[in-house]
């Protein structure tokens, strides 16, 4: 009888069986489900409550149409004088501390050892986009990055290490788990646009995505 894994065999390193490879990003469908889903969303509850989401303003002034905060050590914000990780709100409190919730789906999925130090909150109402960027004002951009997505679905698109070259789309739904490494990490990428009502998870309705850094 076969025990071991057969040659050739990719052996999953926990209990996650499918995931599905975008342009070098690993999306793992459903990864997350109800009762988990909503443990983290009232553990983003008390973080919003402790350091609100505010609108961040471009370098060039235009408010972006996603909301924001952090938790952990260090968070993402950006205003007139550019983006940056700081360790303070905008209005001068530190960070909350990242969720234990938060912190589990980290380590399940990051395929590292260390922990992260930053966790940003986006959320995004019905008409809110995210247009395609890079994420590269982390300190060691060999990190990997975590994404979690909750409430209504959302169309992510992902291209290539260069602006303009061709790009892949997919739709991420409520409890997806998307790991970013390897080349994928200095992937162009941003979200389009949501699908409202395709998920009872928030009862005011949008998207909130987290995502799982090593920023300094
Ligand atoms: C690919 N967030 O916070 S999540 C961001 O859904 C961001 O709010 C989007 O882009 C969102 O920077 C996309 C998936 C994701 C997150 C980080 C990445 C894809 C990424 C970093 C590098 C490459
Ligand atoms: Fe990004």
Known sequence: MQTGPIEGEIVMSGSEASSIEINGAR????????????AIVNALRKV????????????????MSVRMTSAGSLGWVSDRRG???????????SWPG???EVLDVWHRFSGVDRAPDSCLINYYGPKAR?????DRDEADLTWPVVSISLGDDALFRIGGQTRGGPTQSVWLSSGD??????????????IDRLRPGTSTLLPQGGRINVTLRVAG
């Open 27 to 38: 999306l793992f469908p459903g990864a997350l489900g109800n009762a988990a889903q909503i």
């Open 48 to 63: 919003a409550s402790d350091a609100p989401l505010f609108h961040p303003e471009t370098a060039r002034g235009q408010k």
């Open 83 to 93: 983006y940056r990780y700081e360790p303070t709100h905008p209005q001068g409190m």
């Open 130 to 134: 995210m247009g395609l960027h890079q």
């Open 177 to 190: 788990v998307v790991v970013l490494a390897g080349a994928a990490r200095l992937a162009y990428h941003g």
């Open 98 to 100: 990242i969720p234990s």
